[in-house]
């Protein structure tokens, strides 16, 4: 029944919101790079989620000088931005302030291998046929699967599958013995394998 009033047409999303949602959509492997790449060379230096936030917080301001279409562009020029926010805080604890365009370029390689790593670990875990268009949709799925496993889970999965660390290393980060490191590996890649599988 017409009471007058006209009928609600529902809006397209604004290119502003597709966009945020997008780039929170990267939330979790941006911190699953910045955990490799920060525990890795700079560990005990500073918190991988505030570099995140940074790169969240200038990512957002800078949207509208971002020229690129597609996935792979948007996550290869937040990986650039992560970059530049992890040398800044870099410089920050070295007390100096002089840009190091180089050290910039190391750590932006250094995520890109990091990424490399989540995808060869995300075809490990049986996620999708591994075509390349599909390589960084299976990355964004494995750190969101990694971000909802309990910590331990996913700590063993990172320093085993993601920084290649032995069994004996693993144990020694975690100060547990090695068999208990094995079966909780065992027990987090099976934990993991079903996120993935509940995800698709």
Do not use: C
Request: charged share 30%; hydrophobic share 40%.
């Amino acid at each position: 029944m017409n009471d007058g009033t006209p009928p609600t047409v529902p809006r397209e999303p604004t290119e502003e919101a597709i966009s945020a949602a997008a780039l929170e959509r990267h939330r979790s492997w941006l911190s699953m790079l910045a955990r490799l790449q920060i525990d890795g060379r700079f560990r005990q230096k500073f918190d991988p989620s505030d570099a995140v936030q940074q790169t969240m917080l200038e990512a957002v301001k800078s949207l509208p000088q971002f020229r690129g279409r597609t996935e792979p562009e948007l996550a290869a020029w937040l990986r650039r931005i992560l970059a530049r926010v992890i040398a800044h805080q870099v410089r920050h604890h070295r007390d100096t302030q002089r840009r190091d365009v180089a050290r910039e370029v190391s750590i932006e390689q250094a995520l890109a291998d990091s990424s490399d790593r989540l995808g060869n670990a995300a075809l490990a875990a049986g996620t999708s046929p591994s075509q390349h268009a599909l390589r960084h949709e299976r990355e964004l799925r494995l750190a969101e699967a990694l971000a909802r496993l309990p910590d331990d889970y996913r700590e063993v999965i990172i320093l085993r599958n993601l920084e290649g660390l032995s069994h004996e290393q693993v144990a020694r980060r975690m100060q547990r013995n090695v068999g208990a490191v094995r079966m909780l590996w065992v027990r987090a890649l099976a934990r993991l394998r079903e996120e993935l599988a509940h995800a698709q």
